[in-house]
């Protein structure tokens, strides 16, 4: 009977682990379909909301874009804001490529990548060939474009060459991320980027918390939230499919001049807290290639998460 028993829990054991690197296709495609109704419930509560209170729901500059998304339950209006990344070089990208030292030769080739932004890439721009495809319609972003030139331009540009310059890219704006994100993973999608995240604290001299909580300290910094464990639950059932998400640009922002993001740290927003994805910061460029640690220097703007060890 023990040995019956022993039997059953390594069966159970196995059958556990086999789940978790399985990609488990018809439960995300279930899940597309629940997240798809949800961007659309959340939509028309924007326009109502924009609406009634006289206020755009998107707004774009040469410098910056943002979009309203949803109010949530407290009647805050929540906006997606595009954030920034780095040149490839600084990160060394350059030693896998054929004769970059590493003996590797990797370019991306056969590899897709997904891009969700404010808007859809550029897919004539001669840095792209034929390799990005625009999934659903939305009007051309620059930032959308520039990000999927540090991806995969093909570096026509020397200068311009990006991290996976033989890859190739689907594009996609940012509604309805999720929903997109599930169905593209159940497809086989290996990875996705994502540059952009909500709007939190302080913001253009703006407080974006929630005033009735504290004028001070938004407490959707760090904050585990449903957005947050729709991501997850994406992940966690595509587990050969990593996002990359941007872990945002909200340290040292100070707003009226009183008081910074909450203090710097612990100033990552709800998508970037997620469990099951990687979220990336931001350093100084490293023009002159990397020699050593002390050339890696934290840029003053990205986000921080302060993490608590036992001693």
Known sequence: MRGIFLIVILLTVILNIEGQIVTNKGYLEKLAK??????????????????????PIRLETDSTLIELMYIDTRGMPQYYKIHNENAAKTISTDKVFSGGGAGLSLDGSGITVGEWDGGSVRATHQEFDTRASVMDGASVSWHAT?????????????TAKGMAYAASLKSYDWNSDVAEMAIEASNGLLVSNHSYGYIRGWDGGTWHGDPTVSTQEDYKFGFYDSNTQDWDEVAYNAPNYLI????????????????????????????????????????????????????????????????????
């Open 244 to 311: 990359v998400k941007s872990s945002g640009n909200d340290r040292n922002d100070t707003g009226d001049g009183s008081y910074p993001d909450d203090g710097p740290y612990d100033c990552i927003s709800q998508q970037g807290v997620a469990k099951n994805i990687l979220t990336v910061g931001a350093v100084n460029d490293i023009t002159g290639g990397y020699t050593q640690p002390s050339d890696v220097v934290m840029s003053s703007f990205s986000s921080w998460v302060l993490l608590m060890t036992e001693e």
């Open 34 to 55: 629940e997240y798809l109704e949800k961007s659309e419930i959340n939509r028309y509560a924007v326009e109502d909301y924009s609406k009634h209170n006289n206020i």
């Open 146 to 158: 520039h990000v999927a030139g540090t991806i995969m331009a093909s570096g026509i540009v020397s």
